[in-house]
């Protein structure tokens, strides 16, 4: 059952939330808009660092961006300095007024260990407790939560230790990522820490790992205890995965034939369309072509997707990729 969180309405008795994981570089406001379309209930921003916040780094500050419809939204920061993060959270919290603040303790990536954030505080537990303490004191009328690893390695696996601290500290709830800083992305995510988590602490856990439809959704929610599921790689090339773990959740069996090629092109022109009306202005250019990268994983499941991709980089406007969806749409169905 969904653990009830006084100041994060969306747990409780009856409700199972579906989180749009973080993913820097790819949930921006126009990717996060088809998810939301899609049934995402909660999103986060992708990991923003505290000092470029400080600075008043226009780019920082644009990855924090959300729209009204996007709520409930967090916005996710990262750092190793307590004051900075506090001040961070503060300023981020008076411009944007997001519905929960979420720290970073996951971020695998050699540049964020290495100034001992992200999961290279899950190596110094203390300084992760500071950290969180400063935040908490900086931004009392906020929810704060938190989204970590299980460790920095299998020898060292500190999830149920470091969450029950968290709970004590203010932290409302809590996603985990069942697998260790060491495991990168590889291997399996390890649910059986991750129920571990969950049973050992009051405030909702929010499950992470490999969920990548609504059977593996079902099972996780069957077994783990978690209060909702956070959903990463898998929403990159199908953004209806929400969609279709709610339909699971609601005993619907899979569509027939999954989605159809017109509503995979359909997505793929909403995202640029979304995508251009939030960067291409501002980097006055129409040209398409530095974001046909986030494209790709939508033409997963196209008829000959890998040629649609070498066609795709010979599309130059907006006009371009639609004319392409026409011609390829016509070859499909002959
Ligand atoms: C390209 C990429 C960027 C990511 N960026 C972030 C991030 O900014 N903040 C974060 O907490 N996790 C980040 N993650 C981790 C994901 O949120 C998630 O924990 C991980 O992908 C496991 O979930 P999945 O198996 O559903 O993909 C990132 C993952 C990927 C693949």
């Avoid at 419809?69 to 007024?97: K, N």
């Avoid at 995965?241 to 793929?268: L, V």
């Avoid at 250019?285 to 010979?314: A, C, E, F, N, Y």
Wanted: net charge positive; aromatic share 6%.
């Amino acid at each position: 059952m969904s653990k009830a969180a006084p100041r994060l309405p969306w747990f409780g008795p009856g409700k199972f939330p579906l989180y749009l994981a973080p993913m820097a570089r790819h949930t921006d406001v126009a990717f996060r808009q088809v998810c939301k379309e899609q049934g995402a209930d909660v999103m986060v921003t992708e990991f923003v660092q505290s000092e470029a916040l400080i600075r008043d780094n226009f780019k920082a500050w644009e990855m924090v961006d959300f729209t009204e419809a996007q709520r409930p939204m967090g916005v996710q920061i990262f750092g190793a300095t307590p004051a900075s993060m506090a001040e961070a959270a503060r300023l981020v919290c008076e411009r944007v007024r997001p519905d929960f603040l979420d720290l970073n303790f996951g971020c695998p990536a050699h540049k964020v260990i290495e100034q001992n954030a992200g999961s290279g505080l899950l190596r110094c537990p203390p300084l992760l407790y500071d950290l969180v303490k400063a935040v908490k004191d900086a931004i009392p009328h906020v929810p704060l939560t938190a989204k970590m690893r299980l460790g920095w390695d299998y020898a060292t696996v500190v999830a149920v230790e470091v969450a029950g601290r968290l709970q004590e500290l203010g932290v409302e709830a809590l996603a985990v990522h069942g697998r260790t800083k060491e495991q990168g992305y590889s291997g399996e995510a390890h649910w059986g820490w991750i129920s571990q988590v969950a049973a050992a602490v009051d405030i909702p856990v929010i499950g992470n790992g490999d969920v990548k439809d609504g059977a593996s959704a079902l099972l996780r929610r069957r077994e783990s205890g978690v209060s909702g599921l956070m959903i990463g790689r898998a929403a990159l090339g199908n953004p209806w995965i929400f969609r279709q773990i709610k339909e699971a959740m609601g005993g619907q069996a899979d569509q027939p034939g999954g989605i159809s090629a017109t509503e995979r092109w359909n997505c793929i022109i909403r995202l640029a369309e979304l995508t251009i009306e939030v960067h291409a202005s501002r980097l006055g250019t129409r040209d398409v072509r530095w974001m046909l990268d986030r494209m790709h994983p939508l033409t997963q499941g196209l008829p000959g997707s890998r040629k649609l991709r070498d066609r795709m980089r010979h599309c130059l406007t907006l006009a371009d990729l639609r004319r392409l969806r026409d011609e390829h749409l016509a070859e499909a169905v002959k």
